[in-house]
């Protein structure tokens, strides 16, 4: 080959290493969607680590449907808003601290905490916060027990609570 070839092939490959680079290199700005795994859920006053699942993450405002005068046209305005239960789950362990404060409920005495389900990244740092006030527990379930080798039995908590916001 003489110099003239071995030239342009040398600048074709940079060339098309460079728009290779350009292509896969990742954007500055990239917001990748969070792993569903990895989350935290805190609640005053209770060692809570280890919940497996969180469900109930959820705010919903109700509509009033209304018209003026003789209009045949339906009109909307925001009503309550209610924050959904939230179900946690855990593996049953010999800390009784949700069955405690669920009991506490049971008779009357118990008081409201705050709580919240915090969101990781892949290295387990903080990226989202929801916060939940005067939450309280309304039911408790220890899961199916099942006789098969391999399993861990689960305890269940319901809380419903009166705000949420995203911290």
Known sequence: ???????????????????????????????????DHKFVVEIDGIASSGFTL???????????EYREGNENDVRYLPGLTRVGALTLQRGLTENSELWDWYKEFKSGLGTR??????IQDHS????V????????????????????????????????CERMDWA
């Open 1 to 35: 080959m003489d110099r003239k070839m071995i030239f342009a092939l040398i600048a074709a490959t940079i060339f098309s290493l460079s728009i290779s680079a350009v292509v896969i290199a990742p954007s500055p700005t990239r917001n990748d969607p969070l792993p």
């Open 54 to 64: 969180v469900e109930g993450i959820r705010s919903t405002t109700d509509v009033i």
């Open 113 to 118: 905490r705050a709580m919240s389900i915090i």
């Open 124 to 127: 387990r740092n903080e990226r």
């Open 129 to 160: 916060r929801f916060n939940f006030q005067e939450c309280f527990p309304v039911q408790y379930e220890v899961l199916p027990l099942d006789s098969t080798p391999g399993g861990t039995a689960t305890e269940e908590l319901e809380v419903v």
